[in-house]
């Protein structure tokens, strides 16, 4: 059975730094897009980060942008997010994804998710 599970989540103050790690399962995921996503409590899941199937492309929303960095490995079939200078309006469960419609940033395209991991930022 394919899937994906984040790793990597945890307490941090304002300022530090995560990685979050997001290994695959059941197949091979290289011709995938990967993603990540974000809900905080009370708010919809939002879009992070994504990249392509190649690595080559990557696509963030503007609050990440200079902060985040994802990255994948296609031999390992572990896609990661980097985190650095992390805000308390970060914190939310952080989720993985993968699609195979491209380099997108709809919560609809995306088949396989993980079951997340919490990321608090304490200020």
């Known amino acids: 059975q394919a899937q994906v599970k984040e790793s990597g989540g945890g307490l941090v103050q304002a300022g530090g730094s995560l990685r979050l790690s997001c290994a695959a399962s059941g197949r091979t995921f290289s011709s995938y897009t990967m993603a990540w996503f974000r809900q905080a409590p009370g708010k919809e899941r939002e879009f992070v980060a994504a990249?392509?199937?190649?690595?080559?492309?990557?696509y963030y929303t503007d609050s990440v942008k200079g902060r985040f960095t994802i990255s994948r490995d296609n031999a390992k079939n572990t896609v990661y997010l980097q985190m650095n200078s992390l805000k308390p309006e970060d914190t939310a469960v952080y989720y993985c994804?993968?699609?195979?419609?491209?380099?997108?940033?709809?919560?609809?395209?995306?088949?396989?998710w993980g079951q997340g991991t919490q990321v608090t930022v304490s200020s």
């Open positions: 994804a993968a699609s195979n419609k491209g380099l997108t940033r709809s919560t609809y395209t995306y088949d396989y």
């Open positions: 990249i392509s199937w190649s690595g080559g492309r990557t």
